[in-house]
């Protein structure tokens, strides 16, 4: 019998996207190939899969490199940073403003519910999405946090070469989880869990996101 997705308030809240070949990809990007090596059967014993990803899609996180020359790598960031307490705030304009930055943040991982958590997985790439604008990410530099996530691809606008939210939060050392679903998740404080794939000098690395609901 399939087991039931538990939601309860002392669960864990999965907000994370599922990968698979439908899954959306940012614009220029191949689709993510998945197919099967061998199945349990005549001549295997198992079942194994070929996965052809980079380290950049769906829910994922960035750490310093991946925007900033000689920024620190995946293996140089301690594991506490991809873990602790984390507020869930919602968004409700075409970009997150700094009106939506709250105060006394220090420390905390910030994660922003916009219209983005409410596109499946599966449907097309919308170039527009909802961002990071530059003065909130400017803000969340001065309040010192620990990691910001948001609920599509990117933290910048699209088509924006300069991506100013990028060089902002990781060049302070703020991590970026981009890529979350947070359809199912309330406005709140919670415990975030995002541990990265243990990639070696890595610029990136698909995680999956949990938040616990703290009491």
Known sequence: MAQKNDFSPASPLDISRPISPKSVVYAGSKPLGMSPLCSIGPGSSFSVTKLDWNTHFLTHVDPPCHGVLGGATLDQIPLSRFMGPAIVVEARGDCVELADVPPDISG????????????????????????????????????????????????????????????????????????????????????????????????????????????
């Open 108 to 215: 905390t991982s910030i994660l922003f519910k916009t219209r983005n958590s409410n596109t499946p997985t599966d449907a097309p790439f919308d170039p527009d999405y909802v961002y990071i604008s530059a003065k909130a990410a400017a803000a969340l530099v001065r309040a010192k946090v620990n990691l910001v996530g948001i609920d599509y691809l990117s933290v910048d606008p699209f088509g924006d070469e300069t991506v100013p939210a990028h060089h902002a939060l990781l060049g302070n050392n703020i991590l970026i989880l981009d890529g979350l679903d947070l359809s199912r998740v309330a406005p709140g404080h919670y415990t975030l869990f995002a541990l990265p794939l243990r990639i070696s000098e890595g610029d990136g690395s698909p995680v999956r996101a949990v938040i616990i609901p703290t009491t």
